[in-house]
């Protein structure tokens, strides 16, 4: 970034199409006007033009850079508008903010990955991202939960994940619907079916704040170091830029020092699960 | 340090000539007590040195309440601000590691910074709440202000700081260097003066660090019982020096509205999710001041306090942090 450019100012991005993925959750596939690129777990502030902007990680492949998405659930004031915006229209973007997913740290090693609801959004780029460098990796395991199979999104992505040499993919529902053949219960559960060499791996969270703590718990007791634990944190990161305070949790700017932490980095702080 | 003078009525007549080229905003007494204010001809003489803080604080001068950020930067009329407490000019510095910070330098913040001379004054006496020392902070500037003023009988005293304040004097062949040197053991006296009369009123005060470790290991009790009386108004954070949280609002054509905020209010931390780790009360009276004791000193170098004492003034529950802190160092001894 240089020096004179203005920090606050979005530049434009054309909404080309909107995927829906579940009931409260679509994709948006947005083309920029400006050159643009972002490593996996990093998080844009992407804006409804008059209304207000929001952080999102894209949840599409860093590789691809002539156009992005963004996995939103409908959840607030801005993100109701962004869920009635119709293709055509010109969304804001600032960013990429803050740190990402470390790939190169994983490369040898087995990467566990347990994702809930939305939090599956920016899993799904590091999904790509990891398999851009499979040739480097020991293995992939997903593991993913959802409160209903209708909650749950990117339905042909576990297909394509089991077809692919190295990768596994799992899921899981809390309230099984018919014709549900999968796991029923929350995604923990699905730690017993994976096999893993703990002596070799590191693990991925990101979901709602309720899984991440009790996935992180579980992962620490079956073996975890807090070292090998990523955690992708939620706060209310509004200028992405380490100054307006809103995403402070303790000393760290989730903005800028995160989004992704070890839990061995926040474990001293106080209320990271809020 | 190198002094330089000029008698009283040739600054007044140099002040009167300079607003010609620069808007001057000084510190004068009003009915509430010393205020920043625009100079005039009028009310030059009127200017108050090297009384103790104004009510308000520097930042406004560099962060407004509420700004366009999207809009062109028109570069207006330089600046002087005169008459600066140290414990605003240190407070800017911290400022300046978050507004100037290499990554994401914030262009408006900047041009005014580069737009303004500042010149501070050196505090002979203190407020009841002042307690700058406490936190290391000397009563007098001897960094990031250009130039410090003294008035002393019929004479202004300038002290020169940074090049850029040496270079602004040098226009001014009045102003020449101070022969008088028993004067500068006259100001010397007036600094230990003020630093005793600092000390005896804060007498017990911890430490700037030390404040920190005791509010790392404070229990939810002591923040309950001091926040009982907070409204959630956020005068403390307005009108701190040093805290600086925003929000950023969204106008039409993708452009923003920055506009002060304060941690203190309801919904500061709250995500779209519903999730609020500040949603009591108490904890947000802790986070204040854990931020500023505790965490900003983690990953900054200046003092997230300066010891001004204005959050007190300002509380319109009569909360006094000191006090509370003055709990904590008695609890643990």
């Avoid at chain 1, 040739?135 to 749950?152: A, H, N, Q």
């Avoid at chain 1, 899981?172 to 730690?191: I, Q, Y």
């Avoid at chain 2, 930042?59 to 999207?70: A, G, I, Q, S, Y």
């Avoid at chain 2, 303004?116 to 020392?133: A, K, M, P, R, T």
Wanted: proline letters at 5%; charged letters at 25%; hydrophobic letters at 35%.
């Amino acid at each position: 970034m240089t020096i004179d450019r203005n920090i606050y100012k979005p530049f434009r991005a054309k909404l080309t199409d909107v995927i829906e993925e579940s009931p409260l959750i679509k994709t948006f596939v947005l083309v920029p006007e400006e050159e643009f690129s972002f490593n996996t777990g990093q998080f844009i502030e992407l804006s409804v033009d008059g209304i207000g902007e929001a952080p999102f990680t894209p949840s599409s492949s860093p590789v691809v850079t002539e156009k992005l998405e963004v996995t939103v659930m409908k959840t607030g004031y801005v993100t109701e508008f962004m869920h009635n915006l119709k293709p055509g229209v010109f969304m804001g973007i600032r960013g990429p903010y803050g740190r990402g997913y470390p790939v190169e740290k994983f490369f040898g090693k087995e990467v566990l990955i347990l994702g809930g609801g939305c939090g599956l959004a920016p899993i799904r780029s590091l999904l790509y991202a990891l398999e851009n460098v499979k040739d480097k990796l020991e293995k992939v395991i997903l593991c993913y939960g959802s409160k209903t199979p209708s909650d749950c999104i990117y339905k042909p992505l576990f297909t394509r994940l089991n077809k692919i040499e190295k990768f596994e993919a799992y899921r899981t529902v809390d309230k099984a619907e018919e014709g549900w053949n999968e796991s029923v219960g929350v995604v923990t559960t699905l730690l017993n079916k994976v096999k893993i060499n703990l002596k070799n791996s590191v693990a991925v969270v990101c979901g709602p704040p309720i899984m991440m703590k009790f996935g992180t718990i579980r992962l620490l007791e079956m073996g975890y170091k807090d070292d090998e634990i990523y955690l992708s944190m939620e706060k209310n990161m509004s200028c992405g830029l380490g100054k307006c305070g809103h995403c402070m949790m303790g000393e760290f700017f989730v903005c800028k020092h995160g989004p992704v932490f070890t839990y061995k980095e926040l474990k001293e702080t106080p209320d990271i699960w809020k | 340090m190198q002094y330089l003078s000029i008698t009283k009525d040739e600054w007044d007549k140099t002040l009167e000539r300079l607003l010609l080229s620069y808007t001057i905003f000084a510190t004068l007494r009003n009915e509430s007590g010393i205020e920043y204010e625009l100079v005039n001809p009028s009310n030059i003489t009127r200017i108050s040195y090297n009384k103790p803080k104004p009510v308000t604080s520097l930042k406004t001068f560099f962060l407004p309440v509420r700004e366009n950020v999207t809009s062109a930067i028109s570069p207006g009329k330089r600046r002087i601000i005169m008459g600066i407490p140290n414990c605003d000019i240190a407070g800017l510095k911290l400022l300046d590691e978050i507004y100037l910070d290499k990554d994401f330098k914030d262009i408006y913040y900047r041009e005014r910074r580069e737009n303004s001379v500042l010149i501070s004054s050196d505090c002979f006496g203190v407020q009841e709440h002042c307690h700058c020392l406490t936190y290391d902070i000397k009563p007098y500037s001897t960094s990031n202000s250009d130039l410090a003023v003294i008035h002393l009988g019929d004479l202004i005293i300038l002290r020169i700081i940074t090049s850029r304040g040496k270079e602004f004097l040098s226009q001014f062949s009045l102003v020449k260097p101070m022969k008088d040197q028993s004067l500068v053991s006259e100001i010397e006296k007036e600094h230990k003066a003020t630093e005793a009369l600092l000390l005896s009123s804060n007498k017990g005060l911890p430490g700037y660090s030390e404040t920190g470790k005791l509010l790392r290991n404070a229990g939810d009790e002591i923040w309950r019982k001091y926040s009982a009386k907070c409204v959630s108004c956020g005068a403390c954070a307005t009108i701190c020096p040093t805290c600086s949280c925003f929000l950023l609002i969204d106008k039409p054509g993708f452009e923003k509205v920055k506009q002060l905020d304060a941690c203190q209010y309801p919904g500061f931390e709250r995500v779209a999710g519903g999730e609020d780790a500040l949603f009591e009360i108490h904890r947000r009276f802790r986070n204040r001041y854990m931020c500023k004791y505790v965490w900003k000193p983690e990953k900054f170098k200046p003092v997230a306090c300066t010891g001004c004492g204005r959050c007190i003034e300002a509380c319109l529950g009569r909360i006094n942090k000191n006090e509370l802190f003055l709990e904590l160092a008695l609890d643990r001894s």
